[in-house]
């Protein structure tokens, strides 16, 4: 995994980690599977993903043009970094995780996103909290 911590990279380290399954669910170790299971179970999407490579190129096939793939693209990188992030805080530091505030910080940091990887500069927070752009 990298640069992150993760309990998997800790055990690895031979760091004592009381336990390697997902703090969320307790259903697994593979970052991948939680985030597709977080994606279902929150009914986030209307599409089926069978792994996370589909997820990574699911605007490819959304029949989208090309500024609304680019954005949906963004916005599910912003969806996993979050889950994640939300994840590591549980594990690491003990703050609940609640969904209410990941998807408010979906929402906050796709639109900082957009507004300065776009020409979309004349975007409002109102119209993008209710989808006027896509």
């Known amino acids: 995994m990298g640069r992150s911590p993760t309990a998997m990279a800790l ?11 997902c703090p969320f669910c307790s259903d697994g170790e593979n970052m ?8 279902s179970s929150n009914r986030c999407a209307n599409f089926f993903v069978i792994s996370f ?5 699911i ?4 029949g989208l043009n090309e500024l609304e793939k680019f954005i949906l693209h963004g916005i599910i990188i912003i969806c996993c970094w979050c889950i ?3 994840r590591n805080e ?3 530091a003990n703050i609940p995780a609640q969904v ?14 957009v507004r ?5 500069k004349t975007l409002t927070w109102e119209n993008w909290c209710s989808f006027v752009i896509m």
């Open 53 to 57: 490579r589909d997820l990574m190129e």
């Open 11 to 21: 055990r690895n380290m031979n760091i004592y980690v009381e336990d390697v399954n």
């Open 116 to 120: 300065s990887r776009t020409k979309l």
């Open 59 to 62: 605007h490819n096939h959304s």
């Open 90 to 92: 549980f594990r690491f």
């Open 84 to 86: 994640w992030r939300s």
């Open 32 to 39: 991948a599977t939680i985030i597709l299971n977080f994606v």
């Open 100 to 113: 209410e505030n990941i998807i408010s910080e979906i929402k906050m940091v796709g639109f900082l996103w």
